[in-house]
């Protein structure tokens, strides 16, 4: 695998439910992002991780919880989502902190 | 309050000819732009970039330019062809939050063949 990758691709969970989103680059950069991007909004940044230390978190409501165990992998961890939190979530990843970044798939997802 | 605007939401061009994206930020700190590009059920794609220390960047059929005094970047794509149909992000970095891309809403292009 190269890139960046993102699983699951599509997720529908209810209000209660918990799940994760995973992410995983094989490019070796040390910066990792989580963005939100809902229909006809800008893509809005909710977390960075430089060096597996988070740097940035940008008002996110506590209900989106990331986790970077190491530079390679990223999660978001989802409880009691909103219907409003449906989006596609992308994850991201650079070199460094503010160098290009690359992007994966998205998981389109959908709070019932 | 947006600090980057792209104010036309879709653009339809020719094949052939010539694909005018453009992007306005208000912040005059940024001095790093990126233009993205995203096919439907794909993430971004890293397309061409320019430092506010340039007005010009050129890779291929794609060109990026800049004009610091009026807040406004361009991407020209010419000659644009159908597989160029996608939308378009333009970002932007610098001042206060260096690492972060403050991205535009998006231009979907299409091009007809």
């Known amino acids: 695998e190269t890139g960046v990758t993102q699983t699951p691709r599509h997720l529908v969970m209810g209000m209660t439910n918990k799940k994760s989103l995973k992410c995983e680059q094989h490019?070796?950069?040390?910066?990792m992002y989580w963005y939100k991007q809902s229909a006809k909004k800008p893509l809005e940044l909710m977390f960075v991780?430089?060096?597996?230390?988070?740097?940035e978190n940008n008002s996110v409501p506590s209900r989106f919880s990331p986790e970077c165990p190491n530079s390679s992998h990223l999660f978001l961890h989802l409880h009691t989502l909103q219907p409003e939190d449906s989006a596609l979530y992308l994850c991201?990843?650079?070199?460094?902190?503010?160098?290009?970044?690359?992007f994966g798939p998205g998981t389109r997802l959908t709070v019932l | 309050d947006q600090q980057v605007k792209q104010n036309s939401p879709s653009l339809s061009v020719q094949e052939g000819r010539i694909s005018i994206l453009n992007c306005d930020y208000t912040?005059?700190?940024?001095?790093?732009f990126l233009w993205y590009k995203k096919y439907p059920a794909e993430g971004p794609t890293f397309l061409i970039s320019?430092?506010?220390?340039?007005d010009k960047n050129e890779d291929g059929r794609f060109t990026v330019f800049l004009n610091k005094s009026a807040k406004h970047l361009s991407l020209h794509i010419v000659p644009s062809q159908p597989g160029d149909s996608a939308v378009y992000f333009c970002?932007?970095?610098?001042?206060?939050?260096?690492?972060?891309?403050?991205f535009g809403k998006g231009t979907k292009l299409s091009v007809k063949p």
């Open positions: 991201a990843s650079s070199q460094e902190w503010g160098s290009e970044q690359f």
């Open positions: 490019l070796g950069h040390n910066a």
């Open positions: 991780y430089s060096l597996e230390e988070r740097v």
């Open positions: 912040n005059s700190m940024f001095d790093y």
């Open positions: 320019i430092s506010s220390i340039k």
């Open positions: 970002a932007a970095s610098g001042g206060r939050s260096q690492g972060n891309l403050i």
